[in-house]
T-cell receptor, first 116, second 115 residues
Framework: GNSVTQMEGPVTLSEEAFLTINCTYT??????LFWYVQYPGEGLQLLLK?????DKGSNKGFEATYRKETTSFHLEKGSVQVSDSAVYFC???????????????FGTGTKLQVIP | KAGVTQTPRYLIKTRGQQVTLSCSPI?????VSWYQQTPGQGLQFLFE???????NKGNFPGRFSGRQFSNSRSEMNVSTLELGDSALYLC??????????????FGPGTRLTVL
């Protein structure tokens, strides 16, 4: 079935370091892919999305490219800040017609801690 | 535009009780989805309502139910609470016009603790 696999955390980086959080998916067809971020004590916020293969989503310095050949949607940021400390979720929504009941699959979440 | 609001933010209940959580979506959004977030299971989809009808459903027991009103506000009810129902319950709204390729906007969540 459709699923998403996200790298385990926590990830601890120094400020201005390069960030990569891996996400791979298994899906029928070419679904849209999302990254959400959850700051402490808050709900999820959409960080970026890509709706088709080779699309690059970007927001707040974060980028992710929808790669069909490797079924991946890795999140990257060139220079992290302390304010980026949060939990990041990769998400794979499914078409309504898939299996009758639609499900939204989230990765397990990767906690990022950025230290000054 | 006001964001998604959820009430209450915190709840403490005992086993066997029932609870009702409320969610007000962004103005103009007709879809409201509910999720359960726990450290062990992560984020799990409960159900989605669109124009007062349950359109999608996850794999949760019948103790979990919901409804949506004509103004798109939604409530979620959990009956006969169990310890394992302790979680952060998140609500998300969207236009609902493109399935889950819609952008979902999340509320801050309701933290439910079952003693």
């Amino acid at each position: 079935g459709n699923s998403v696999t996200q790298m385990e955390g926590p990830v601890t980086l120094s400020e201005e370091a390069f960030l990569t959080i891996n996400c791979t998916y298994t899906a029928t067809g070419y679904p849209s892919l999302f990254w959400y971020v959850q700051y402490p004590g808050e709900g999820l916020q959409l960080l970026l999305k890509a709706t088709k293969a080779d699309d690059k989503g970007s927001n707040k310095g974060f980028e992710a490219t929808y790669r069909k050949e490797t079924t991946s949607f890795h999140l990257e940021k060139g220079s992290v800040q302390v304010s980026d400390s949060a939990v990041y979720f990769c998400a794979l929504p499914l078409p309504y017609y898939s299996g009758g009941y639609q499900k939204v699959t989230f990765g397990t979440g990767t906690k990022l801690q950025v230290i000054p | 535009k006001a964001g998604v609001t959820q009430t209450p933010r915190y709840l403490i209940k005992t086993r066997g009780q029932q609870v009702t959580l409320s969610c007000s979506p962004i103005s103009g959004h007709r879809s409201v989805s509910w999720y359960q977030q726990t450290p062990g299971q992560g984020l799990q989809f409960l159900f989605e309502y669109f124009s007062e009808t349950q359109r999608n459903k996850g794999n949760f027991p019948g103790r979990f139910s919901g409804r949506q009103f004509s103004n798109s506000r939604s409530e979620m009810n959990v009956s006969t609470l169990e310890l394992g129902d302790s979680a952060l319950y998140l609500c998300a709204s969207s236009t609902g016009l493109a399935g889950f390729t819609d952008t979902q906007y999340f509320g801050p969540g309701t933290r439910l603790t079952v003693l």
